[in-house]
């Protein structure tokens, strides 16, 4: 996989590309947790809401690196 | 149920409370330093990984951005990215305009940062925090890279990509590691507003409260609703239920600030009662008035619900007065005179009554995690922006110039080889203290912070870092100087000197990614910024210092300005407006330095008569728009004395005083003739209001001081109010 892809000819790390990526998805993930209000089975909903975006970024990351 | 606590016990539990809220205190410091101290640390080492430039600036950010809860760690590290971005936008602009010319570039420069200090005084809290830093960012940025044009974009990249690394690290700890919400703040301060609030009522219904006792209550009210406001706009950052409620907390304050206005009213008419003249009215009310005040001056608001309980209560309340008062009309035989003071007293207190329970189902909507439907009533713009004289940007803005162009011409025609720092501090502590109430004390606070870090920084360098090897050594040197830093911060006392030293023992002292050890180069530095906060806390002591006459007139003719508006605007939307910038131009007056003295505290009673006067016009002005049997003449003399006010207002003289009272007099027998039309008719109708409230401005009217005259019984107060008019 290629570290790195042209985007109107410049070279953009493909890491930003899937952090973007998985930072959509964790929007979309979260405003879904939200709307069940999910909290409530959460004890740090902080902590959780940040576990759940490193392990899109990194799974998505190992993936494609992989 | 409990049986009643012996004394002992009782002391021995509030001294018990008083050890556990020092903890609780204590252990929220010690908290705020271990956070602090994390996330410095991951943000160095991350800087160091990543072998950035100045993995100083990383650190740098993380003491600039932490607070002791996330929601202002959120907003603070958000306005700060967005004030970097612009200011290095704005630094390579200017490099790639003027990089061969120095003076040019330095003149732009100027005009840019001169632009956003003045914009930062017009803007609140975190939002005039980004205008500063996108001023001062330009020179942080700008003055490296016009003199190495060919790094500039790699040096303002480098400093994004550093701050931006800080604000990432700092926020994560803040959320992460026992995260402090900004709700429970929010949450605790609106009841402990409710509770005063209700307090107030109760001592202004009961016999009123002095004018001047009143005056500064008003005072800490206005500080207390901007806090909320600003709790609220912190507060969206870190909580969802927060962001939900915004529009809510928005609500609660309007509806607050509503009831006090009718409650300023109200308390100036109830002291007018306590006249001689008037005990028979005194004494008509007291039954109807004795239960709400019981109640609400014995309220203590410790929980939500208690606070919902009152309001219900003073719903009874409100019905029992609605049985009631025709009764007690019945059973008295009133003077004309009596008969509208009591008619007034009546009316106000339905209104005020209204509006407090508004106010406290607001309230309990907050509480309850509610949001409040209102499709009636059209919603509450926020925006961080506030009524202020255009003096107050305008000074602060050209404070900002004069300091770069002093330092600019020394540092040109002296080639300082530190210069350049010198120059950025500089501008970088004005800018940054132009908002604050007090900037000189603020800089000198800071110019400590700098003088101590310039000694540690020498410890440091000299004694402890030769001896560490790695970075886990590192970490172990730089804990005790970091920690010492963070809890300075923590006392409200000596947080300039905290952040100072935290700022720029970093500065000096964090190694690069290849360590050096300059002797003489620290020696430069520390000088260079010794002098340059010198030079800032020499400009705000002397240009312009806060407080000074200049600003002060320009403020009371700023809030004399708002009753002119509120007499002549075009109507809708303009009470809310009103009551939001009187009480904001208040603020400010009153947070100028050295507001104690008699003087001042004329111009405390002079704001509250236009508060007053103002809310009073603006009734005057709705009813007059709904249906009424006002007769065309009659109308027009109503209008002619509202202008009349106005143009008082816009010249305090002498003559206009006379004309404003003459309007009053021709206006108030006119009006008052429909008395014998208007007798028997429910003392409510719009007529009678329209009566009451001229009558209510003409009792305030009559109470101007007169002015320009040599014998007067207050000389103070006129001497002051002549000190504007001319």
Same mark, same amino acid.
């Given at each position: 996989?290629?570290?790195?892809?042209?985007?109107?000819?410049?070279?953009?790390?493909?890491?930003?590309?899937?952090?973007?990526?998985?930072?959509?998805?964790?929007?979309?993930?979260?405003?879904?947790?939200?709307?069940?209000?999910?909290?409530?089975?959460?004890?740090?909903?902080?902590?959780?809401?940040?576990?759940?975006?490193?392990?899109?970024?990194?799974?998505?990351?190992?993936?494609?690196?992989? | 149920?409990?049986?009643?606590?012996?004394?002992?016990?009782?002391?021995?539990?509030?001294?018990?409370?008083?050890?556990?809220?020092?903890?609780?205190?204590?252990?929220?410091?010690?908290?705020?330093?271990?956070?602090?101290?994390?996330?410095?640390?991951?943000?160095?080492?991350?800087?160091?990984?990543?072998?950035?430039?100045?993995?100083?600036?990383?650190?740098?950010?993380?003491?600039?951005?932490?607070?002791?809860?996330?929601?202002?760690?959120?907003?603070?590290? &958000?306005?700060?990215?967005?004030? #970097?971005?612009?200011?290095?936008?704005?630094?390579?602009?200017?490099?790639?305009?003027?990089?061969?010319?120095?003076?040019?570039?330095? $003149?732009?420069?100027? $005009?840019?940062?001169?632009?956003?200090?003045?914009?930062?005084?017009?803007?609140?809290?975190?939002?005039?925090?980004?205008?500063?830093?996108?001023?001062?960012?330009?020179?942080?940025?700008?003055?490296?890279?016009?003199?190495?044009?060919?790094?500039?974009?790699?040096?303002?990249?480098?400093?994004?990509?550093?701050?931006?690394?800080?604000?990432?690290?700092?926020?994560?700890?803040? /959320?992460?590691?026992?995260?402090?919400?900004?709700?429970?703040?929010?949450?605790?301060?609106?009841?402990?507003?409710?509770?005063?609030?209700?307090? +107030?009522?109760?001592?202004?219904?009961? &016999?009123?409260?002095?004018?001047?006792?009143?005056?500064?209550?008003?005072?800490?009210?206005?500080?207390?609703?901007?806090?909320? %406001?600003?709790?609220?706009?912190?507060?969206?950052? %870190?909580?969802?239920?927060?962001?939900? @409620?915004?529009?809510?907390?928005?609500?609660?304050?309007?509806?607050?600030?509503?009831?006090?206005? #009718?409650?300023?009213?109200?308390?100036?008419?109830?002291?007018?009662?306590?006249?001689?003249?008037?005990?028979?009215?005194?004494?008509?009310?007291?039954?109807?008035?004795?239960?709400?005040?019981?109640?609400?001056?014995?309220?203590?608001?410790?929980?939500?619900?208690?606070?919902?309980?009152?309001?219900?209560?003073?719903?009874?309340? @409100?019905?029992?007065?609605?049985?009631?008062?025709?009764?007690?009309?019945?059973?008295?035989?009133?003077?004309?005179?009596?008969?509208?003071?009591?008619?007034?007293?009546?009316?106000?207190?339905?209104? &005020?009554?209204?509006?407090?329970?508004?106010?406290?189902?607001?309230?309990?909507?907050?509480?309850?995690?509610?949001?409040?439907?209102?499709?009636?009533?059209?919603?509450?713009?926020?925006? /961080?922006?506030?009524?202020?004289?255009?003096?107050?940007?305008?000074?602060?803005?050209?404070?900002?110039?004069?300091?770069?162009?002093?330092?600019?011409?020394?540092?040109?025609?002296? +080639?300082?080889? #530190?210069?350049?720092?010198?120059?950025?501090?500089?501008?970088?502590?004005?800018?940054?203290?132009?908002?604050?109430?007090?900037?000189?004390?603020?800089?000198?606070?800071?110019?400590?912070?700098?003088?101590?870090?310039?000694?540690?920084?020498?410890?440091?360098?000299?004694?402890?870092?030769?001896?560490?090897?790695?970075?886990?050594?590192?970490?172990?040197?730089?804990?005790?100087?970091?920690?010492?830093?963070?809890?300075?911060?923590?006392?409200?006392?000596?947080?300039?000197?905290?952040? /100072?030293?935290?700022?720029?023992?970093?500065?000096?002292?964090?190694?690069?990614?290849?360590?050096?050890?300059?002797?003489?180069?620290?020696?430069?530095?520390?000088?260079?910024?010794?002098?340059?906060? #010198?030079?800032?806390?020499?400009?705000?002591?002397?240009?312009?210092?806060?407080?000074?006459?200049?600003?002060?007139?320009?403020?009371?003719?700023?809030?004399?300005?708002?009753?002119?508006?509120?007499?002549?605007?075009?109507?809708?939307?303009?009470?809310?407006?009103?009551?939001?910038?009187?009480?904001?131009?208040?603020?400010?007056?009153?947070?100028?330095?050295?507001?104690?003295?008699?003087?001042?505290?004329?111009?405390?009673?002079?704001?509250?008569? $236009?508060?007053?006067?103002?809310?009073?016009?603006?009734?005057?002005?709705?009813?007059?728009?709904?249906?009424?049997?006002?007769?065309?003449?009659?109308?027009?003399?109503?209008?002619?004395?509202?202008?009349?006010?106005?143009?008082?207002?816009?010249?305090?003289?002498?003559?206009?005083?006379?004309?404003?009272?003459?309007?009053?007099?021709?206006?108030?027998?006119?009006? &008052?003739? @429909?008395?014998?039309?208007?007798?028997?008719?429910?003392?409510?109708?719009?007529?009678?209001?329209?009566? $009451?409230?001229?009558?209510?401005?003409?009792? @305030?009217?009559?109470?101007?001081?007169?002015? /320009?005259?040599?014998? %007067?019984?207050?000389?103070?107060?006129?001497?002051?109010?002549?000190?504007?008019?001319?």
């Amino acid at each position: 996989m290629p570290r790195e892809i042209p985007v109107f000819d410049a070279l953009i790390p493909t890491l930003l590309l899937i952090l973007i990526g998985s930072a959509l998805i964790f929007v979309l993930i979260d405003q879904l947790l939200r709307d069940v209000d999910w909290d409530r089975f959460v004890w740090h909903p902080a902590l959780f809401r940040f576990a759940l975006f490193v392990i899109l970024f990194s799974g998505l990351g190992l993936w494609w690196y992989s | 149920m409990n049986p009643e606590p012996s004394s002992s016990v009782l002391i021995g539990r509030q001294r018990l409370i008083a050890v556990q809220g020092f903890f609780k205190e204590e252990a929220i410091s010690w908290l705020f330093v271990l956070k602090t101290l994390i996330a410095a640390l991951i943000a160095l080492w991350l800087a160091y990984r990543l072998e950035l430039e100045s993995p100083k600036t990383a650190v740098v950010t993380v003491f600039i951005v932490m607070q002791a809860r996330t929601g202002m760690v959120l907003a603070k590290g &958000f306005y700060r990215a967005l004030g #970097t971005i612009i200011g290095s936008g704005v630094a390579l602009l200017l490099v790639a305009a003027f990089a061969q010319e120095r003076v040019m570039f330095l $003149i732009g420069l100027a $005009i840019w940062v001169g632009m956003l200090t003045a914009g930062a005084t017009i803007y609140r809290n975190f939002q005039s925090y980004a205008f500063v830093l996108a001023g001062y960012t330009a020179c942080l940025v700008g003055l490296p890279a016009a003199l190495d044009p060919n790094a500039a974009f790699d040096i303002a990249v480098t400093r994004l990509t550093e701050v931006l690394l800080g604000i990432l690290v700092a926020s994560t700890v803040s /959320g992460l590691v026992f995260p402090l919400s900004m709700r429970e703040l929010l949450l605790s301060a609106a009841l402990k507003r409710f509770a005063t609030f209700a307090n +107030s009522s109760g001592r202004a219904l009961s &016999f009123g409260v002095p004018i001047e006792e009143w005056g500064s209550l008003h005072l800490k009210a206005i500080n207390e609703i901007v806090t909320l %406001d600003s709790y609220r706009s912190v507060g969206i950052f %870190d909580n969802p239920k927060t962001r939900q @409620q915004n529009q809510t907390i928005l609500r609660m304050s309007a509806d607050l600030i509503a009831a006090a206005s #009718t409650l300023h009213v109200l308390n100036r008419h109830i002291l007018r009662l306590n006249d001689s003249g008037m005990n028979v009215v005194r004494e008509a009310l007291d039954p109807l008035l004795a239960t709400g005040v019981r109640l609400l001056q014995t309220h203590v608001s410790t929980s939500a619900s208690q606070a919902k309980q009152l309001v219900t209560h003073i719903g009874e309340w @409100q019905a029992e007065i609605q049985k009631h008062k025709s009764r007690i009309q019945t059973e008295n035989t009133f003077s004309p005179e009596q008969q509208l003071a009591f008619d007034t007293a009546i009316m106000l207190l339905e209104q &005020f009554l209204d509006e407090f329970r508004c106010y406290g189902r607001s309230h309990s909507a907050l509480q309850d995690e509610r949001i409040i439907e209102d499709d009636d009533r059209a919603p509450l713009i926020q925006h /961080g922006r506030h009524a202020t004289d255009f003096s107050q940007p305008l000074i602060a803005g050209l404070r900002t110039v004069l300091i770069l162009g002093v330092m600019s011409v020394f540092w040109i025609n002296s +080639s300082w080889p #530190t210069g350049v720092l010198a120059l950025t501090i500089a501008v970088v502590v004005s800018a940054l203290f132009s908002t604050a109430p007090n900037p000189a004390k603020m800089v000198f606070q800071m110019w400590q912070g700098i003088a101590l870090s310039f000694a540690a920084a020498f410890v440091f360098q000299f004694m402890v870092l030769p001896n560490l090897h790695g970075f886990i050594q590192l970490t172990f040197g730089l804990i005790p100087f970091l920690a010492f830093a963070a809890y300075l911060m923590t006392r409200p006392k000596w947080g300039a000197i905290g952040v /100072g030293f935290g700022l720029f023992f970093s500065t000096l002292a964090i190694p690069d990614n290849v360590t050096q050890f300059n002797y003489a180069g620290l020696l430069n530095s520390g000088i260079a910024l010794l002098v340059s906060a #010198t030079i800032a806390a020499l400009a705000f002591l002397t240009v312009m210092p806060m407080g000074n006459q200049l600003s002060r007139y320009r403020m009371m003719r700023a809030l004399n300005r708002q009753l002119i508006i509120a007499c002549l605007n075009p109507l809708p939307g303009l009470r809310p407006q009103f009551e939001r910038d009187t009480r904001e131009l208040l603020r400010q007056i009153a947070g100028m330095r050295g507001f104690n003295t008699a003087k001042d505290r004329a111009i405390l009673t002079d704001a509250l008569t $236009i508060q007053e006067l103002g809310s009073a016009v603006l009734e005057l002005r709705t009813l007059l728009g709904q249906p009424h049997s006002l007769d065309a003449t009659r109308l027009s003399s109503v209008q002619t004395a509202i202008s009349a006010l106005a143009q008082f207002y816009r010249h305090r003289n002498q003559r206009n005083l006379r004309a404003l009272r003459q309007a009053f007099n021709n206006v108030i027998p006119q009006v &008052f003739d @429909q008395v014998l039309e208007t007798k028997g008719k429910e003392s409510t109708s719009n007529d009678r209001k329209i009566q $009451i409230y001229l009558h209510l401005i003409h009792l @305030q009217v009559q109470a101007l001081p007169d002015l /320009g005259r040599p014998a %007067d019984p207050s000389p103070e107060v006129n001497k002051e109010v002549a000190g504007y008019a001319a």
